[in-house]
């Protein structure tokens, strides 16, 4: 215990002179901060498209602002086919005043130009100037949010589904990082004249100034855009480009815990790409979670908002269950073959723990089985695995979903991985 405290002490340390620097000024990134932990992350080579490091990249999540950059690549888009131009007005419905903030504090009635809905989006990620542009494109915001889920489609971002033009929370608006990733290279490619728009670094209206929100512009080496997100649900997210040496690396980081630990990660992931080092998965453990003393039976804040830090489901496909604490176990139903995976642990009793946390969030998985995969022979990673199986493929999404929005991450497994419960697992109270 005392070495976990004295561990504890230096990464708080370490923290602090970080804060500091933040404070300080603008610098460059030389080195990889070691502290963040996130949900999900991609980084992506611009030019080649080749994915350098990822992490639960296909985990479904919301996206947030991030939103925006779908917003924006229609404008733009709009734009190229001279369909709107810059200095045409748009007017302020009364539902686009009533968004919540982050806002420019439009008001019913008046009118804005394009270049400031665009300018209003990509600095203080306006919600107003979201609703503002959508209802100006497609005359509502929910038909613009059927054309932005319709572009997604034709970008290959098979995950995420667009319900608003700003991002403000809704359980239908999905995205992942992966999908994310491949929006921001879209911006780059498609519109290299409108993408400067992203670097801008602060944008005045009536008289007010708004900096820009992703305040690694100012602090990372080669940085230039493109979107930093939140919502509660989601924690602190970021899609970001930084190019050095005429080399151009995309990343989407999702789920930090906060303004900073997102900035660390994300500045973290780009230096070792560029450095051209890869980044295998981190996975959380009972031994290491530093708040481990919260009380038995139960999962601490941090190990609840970390448990999607999962080894890749494929690697697992061939292990077989240590256990299974079973409820009742359709096993008549073969259509209920599909599972959730909740969390990777290198000690079983992290995997039950992992497990019945989940179990205890929704009183829908009642009935569900709580299976812990141990480690398959050829697993280089000695992970246990907390899954609950017993679902059809669409409650097993569902699920997840639910997970999410009570802030535990999970990964939908299919058959091959979920049905061996029922032939191999052995059940205890």
Known sequence: MAGLIGRTRIRGFLFAQLLVALAAGPFFWTSSPALARVDSFVIMDAGTGKVLSEHNADVQSYPASLTKMMTLYLMFEALEQGKIKLDQRFTVSHHAAQQAPSKLGLVEGDTISVRDLILGMVTKSANDAAVVAAEGLAGSESAFAERMTQKARALGMMRTTYRNASGLPNPGQLTTARDLAKLALALYRDFPKEYGYFATEEFTYKGVTHANHNHLMQSFEGMDGIKTGYIRASGFNLAASAVRDNRRLIGVVMGGQSPHARDMEMARLLNDGFAGKSRAPEVLTAENDEDQDAG????????????????????????????????????????????????????????????????AKLPSLKGKVLQVVAPGHTDKERYYRARIVSFSERDAEKACRALHRKHLQCAVVGPSAAQSVAANASSRS
């Open 296 to 359: 038995a039976g139960t999962l601490t804040r941090r190990a609840a908002r970390t448990i999607a830090a999962l080894s890749p489901v494929a690697r697992a496909e061939a292990a077989t269950p240590a256990h299974s604490r079973a409820a009742r176990h359709a096993k008549g139903d073969k259509q209920e073959r599909w599972g959730i995976q909740v969390g990777a642990f290198a000690q079983e009793s992290g995997a039950e723990k992992a497990g019945a946390t989940a179990l």
